[in-house]
Nanobody, 120 residues
């Protein structure tokens, strides 16, 4: 199983960006999917979660500005980011709880990270 994240880049404060993360491989089912971020010199933090039934949860710092969604047919999770601030600058990582064929339990997989830089 692989998670491929994309969509990062340089954006001005107040701008928008959409991240994508596609899972591929021998996937039987995907449960929760998440976005984390890690800013320079800081610990990785959970940004947003979406369950298999599309319930969502957000860190307080991004509530009202970020939206997480998923396309189950494409095994893809998205993070739409609005009103970006310099403090949103970080490497963003996707994470998913995936059950592969032949296994009875989910395993957590990570994408490679995509850099978001918010700067004028």
């Amino acid at each position: 199983v692989q998670l491929q994240a994309s969509g990062g880049g340089l954006v001005q404060p107040g701008g928008s960006l959409r991240l994508s993360c596609a899972a591929s491989g021998s996937i039987a089912s995907i449960n929760a999917m998440r976005w984390y971020r890690q800013a320079p010199g800081k610990q990785r933090e959970l940004v947003a979660t979406i369950t298999s039934s599309s319930s969502t949860d957000y860190a307080d710092s991004v509530k009202g500005r970020f939206t997480i969604s998923r396309d189950n047919a494409k095994n893809t999770v998205y993070l739409q980011m609005y009103s970006l601030k310099p403090e949103d600058t970080a490497v963003y990582y996707c994470n998913a709880d995936i059950r592969t064929w032949g296994r009875l339990r989910d395993i957590g997989y990570w994408g490679q990270g995509t850099l978001v830089t918010v700067s004028s």
